[in-house]
């Protein structure tokens, strides 16, 4: 899989990719990355990407052009799956967004700035808006990175046990099961007794009942079938 991000601070990536799974996928040839700098589309000599907004009020907002072009330039190449925005006020992510976004050949993830980005690239270019919850990050970038790691990880090939990430939080609906490494017992916190049996069945059982007290209690509304 390909993801082009579309960014004025590709340096902001430089941590988030370049350790554990993200780094691994891309090192293994699963997942290609690639950061473009938004500022090196544009037209005039400044290099200017935002502009005052029509009509007025606080804050600038992300110029068609110097966007425009850059998602151009990446269309000649490659045919997009879905072209992304990351903003507040997009659909809600969730691991379904990431589980359908994992099985795309090529996707853009575009960074808005400021006040946010010109409406006209919203209803043209952007097939698709996505928020990683529900309060405001200073940049998409941060929420880029989110996305990504999320959809990297789930390819195939990508996690060392091919069963670690059906066994994720939310992936069968509920939360995961607690789990212990030794020592059993540290200074008399015991792990439960079921879990040293033997028992491949009977753990199981076990962890299936943990896993649905546990989404009862912290978060009920993800029972309710919708
Ligand atoms: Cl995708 N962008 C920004 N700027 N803030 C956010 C967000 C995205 N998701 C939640 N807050």
Known sequence: MRIDILTIF?????GPFSHSIVKRSVEKG???IHLHNIRDYATDK????????????AGMVMMIEPVLN??????????YDEIIFLTPDGQQFLQSTAN????????????????GIDERLREHVITLEISIGDYVLSGGEL??????DSIVRLLPGVLGDETSALSDSFQDGLLSAPVYTRPADYKGWKVPDILLSGH???????????????TIKRRPGMLEDD
């Open 30 to 32: 699963h997942a290609e």
């Open 70 to 79: 850059c998602i151009n330039h990446l269309k000649e190449k490659h045919t």
């Open 200 to 214: 491949d069945r009977k753990i199981a059982e076990w962890r299936h009942e943990k896993a649905l007290e546990r």
């Open 143 to 148: 929420a880029a990175a989110v996305v990504t």
């Open 10 to 14: 590709p340096e902001m990536f430089e």
């Open 100 to 115: 359908r976004l994992s099985t795309m050949k090529n996707i853009i993830l575009l960074c808005g700035h400021y006040k």
């Open 46 to 57: 400044h290099r200017r990407v935002d502009d005052y907004p029509f009509g007025g009020g």
